[in-house]
């Protein structure tokens, strides 16, 4: 449809017309003025117009005034009785000409138009009128004649036209438009035009109509355009690839998706474990121990995440000994620094203030030949402790099995006891509260790179205020080094570490293991063995080849003397650590050392000693003192 601009045919000259007049004439052109959208409108009172088509159709209107005062402007509508009427148009019209017939005495202006009917509800004087206009293939061109005479019809596979039928009716071939009337009816014939699914242009045109190439278009096989479609060959097995692939990325999608969600939970499950085992091992107590005393340190609470790291998720490789309170390991921090992790055998809940607080105290030591703890871990099922790495391995070690490439000298045996001394006297008594180490062996002292002293394993360490003893229900320690009043009374003093030290030199002294199935049954542990050989005045016979060959025997005596004293029975009898300290310290300064110096007291006390310790041997509890517990505890190997 076309919109176009109609002319006013006026009823005389006066009024701009001649009284008669012509619309404009679409003959020879494929336009028709459209029935639908157009109406043929008359405006005047009193007047019949008719219209009469270039196919001989008539058709008109007649307009009634009610009143002798008409003028046109009045109007702003078309009623039929006041001035104006409407007729509409016969199918396929492209020309018409008008006749006004006017009542006696009535020489008013008049008009007529045909318009669009749409627009006639303004009524107005106007040189122009939009109309509308439909086009297509008239009846009586070249283009329809010719299909007509080869009996087509007006159509193929790129186009299609409302459809032309061939009639015979009295030999004579008439074409008739869908919806419309015959030639004879005086009605003009066309047909309208459009492309076919999958062409486009102009249908109009011979050859107008082009096909759209579909196979521009993806396909999974081999395109062949088939004009007004397309089909693919060969694309099936390529089809089922790509849905193999999309689903196989979809599963692989989903599989990540529930990876990531199981992720998820497992590291809210070990947030919340960390969260109950750090309260449980007593880590809120620690904090606030850490933070009342303002020595809060970044490094005294590890992350298990760090240590497991650190020891290569606690590799039996990196094992450096086993002992009664837990296993050791080495690692390295993320920092590089060394570190030895002690995994502490599970605690007592009931005993976690007690714990905590010694980790808190042992925090704090700070001597050259303590062993520092660094801090701890508890956000895993056992305490975690961090020390310092000792790299030369234990004192049992170089004692009992001996390198080649180091003996430990007279000299640097006398040492060694003079440090060890000087630590426990440093616990006993230089420390803000003393501490009782409770489990002095030679498999606890470790050697530095510079072969010092370092007292380790503080495991069964207890601290208490200067006017305790501490009485416990479960006897702790490690048989051969135990205390025998201990042992007897369950009441742990300093004396105790005293007599546990006392074991340790005669160690040095002799280089015997303090139990010893070789020796004698009364013999067997080294500390009565000790006191028997004293009390025989032989103890040159037991003392260790290298020790006779390097030391001289006054100051060998001395220290034997000293070793004595500190194995008496008698826990009162027994020097305290600061004279142990002091009295080798001075044997070191001086070059002839006081001798032996037996009396009576001693041998009886000897003999008393033995049978306490036979005693003691039979009665004591294999799960609390072992002869595991002797075996070294952190090997000199490293990575």
Not at 376 to 405: A, R, S, W
Not at 608 to 631: G, L, R
Request: proline share 2%; glycine share 10%; with cysteine.
């Amino acid at each position: 449809m076309i919109n176009v601009s109609l002319p006013v045919i006026y009823s005389n000259a006066s009024c701009g017309g001649d009284g008669r007049g012509a619309l404009v004439s679409l003959k020879g052109s494929p336009f028709v003025f459209s029935q639908k959208r157009n109406i043929f409108t008359v405006v005047g009172c009193n007047t019949l117009v008719t219209a009469n088509s270039t196919e001989s159709a008539v058709f008109g209107c007649q307009s009634k005034c009610a009143g002798t005062n008409f003028t046109i402007s009045k109007y702003s509508a078309c009623s039929g009785e006041d001035g104006c009427c409407q007729s509409s148009l016969p199918l396929n019209l492209q020309g018409l000409g008008v006749d006004f017939e006017e009542e006696s005495g009535d020489e008013g202006c008049k008009y007529a138009f045909l318009g669009s009917d749409s627009g006639v509800y303004d009524l107005k004087l106007s040189d122009t009128v939009p109309g509308v206009l439909e086009w297509g293939i008239a009846n009586d061109t070249t283009y329809a004649l010719d299909l007509i005479e080869q009996g087509y019809y007006l159509s193929n596979e790129s186009f299609t036209c409302t459809r032309f039928k061939s009639l015979s009716s009295e030999g004579e071939g008439i074409i008739y438009r869908y919806r419309s009337y015959s030639v004879d009816s005086g009605e003009i014939l066309s047909a309208q035009c459009r492309c076919r699914t999958g062409y486009h242009g102009n249908a109009y045109l011979i050859g107008g109509c082009k096909d759209i190439d579909e196979c521009n278009s993806w396909c999974t096989g081999t395109c062949v355009n088939t004009g007004a479609s397309f089909r693919c060959v060969g694309g099936g097995k390529t089809k089922f690839i790509l849905i193999g692939v999309g689903a196989g990325l979809g599963a692989l999608l989903l599989c990540l998706v529930l990876w990531g969600l199981y992720k998820y939970i497992n590291r809210r499950k070990e947030i919340k474990l960390k969260e109950k085992n750090f309260k449980r091992n007593g880590g809120l107590l620690l904090e606030s121990e850490l933070s009342s005393k303002g020595h809060v340190e970044k490094n005294k609470l590890f992350n298990s995440k760090d240590l497991e790291k650190a020891t290569n998720n606690f590799n039996e490789d990196r094992i450096l000994g086993r002992g009664g309170q837990g296993t050791v390991y080495k690692g390295m921090l993320t920092d590089g620094k060394i570190v030895a992790i002690k995994k502490s055998k599970a605690i007592d809940e009931g005993k976690v203030e007690q714990f905590i607080n010694e980790v808190f105290i042992l925090s704090q030591i700070n001597h050259r030949n303590i062993v520092k703890l660094l801090g701890c871990c508890l956000e895993t099922k056992v305490p975690l402790l961090v020390y310092e790495f000792i790299p030369n391995g234990t004192l049992y070690q170089y004692l009992h099995d001996p390198k080649e490439e180091y003996h430990v000298s007279w000299d640097t045996r006398l040492r060694i006891a003079t440090e060890i001394a000087g630590a426990l006297f440093y616990l006993h008594s230089a420390a803000s509260i003393p501490i009782y180490h409770r489990d002095i062996k030679s498999t606890n002292i470790l050697l530095d790179e510079k072969y010092r002293a370092k007292v380790a394993d503080f495991g069964t360490s207890k601290s208490v205020s200067l006017d305790q003893t501490h009485v416990t229900t479960l006897v702790q320690g490690t048989f051969g080094y135990l205390d025998p009043e201990y042992f007897q009374s369950s009441q742990f003093t300093d004396k105790s570490d005293v007599y546990s030290f006392g074991v340790v030199l005669v160690e040095l002294l002799t280089g015997q293991k303090p139990i010893s199935s070789l020796r004698e049954q009364e013999g067997r542990s080294l500390a009565t063995y000790f006191i028997i050989s004293m009390e025989e005045n032989r103890v040159f016979d037991i003392v260790d080849a290298q020790v006779l060959k390097e030391g001289n025997k006054e100051e060998i005596a001395s220290v034997a003397n000293l070793a004595k004293r500190c194995l008496n029975l008698n826990g009162r009898n027994r020097p305290t650590m600061k004279e142990v300290a002091m009295e080798l310290e001075g044997m070191r300064k001086l070059p002839n050392p006081l001798g032996i110096q037996q009396n009576q007291e001693d041998q009886e006390a000897a003999e008393s000693y033995a049978a306490a310790c036979k005693s003691s041997k039979s009665n004591i509890d294999a799960e609390v003192t072992t002869f595991s517990d002797v075996q070294p505890f952190l090997p000199s190997e490293t990575w």
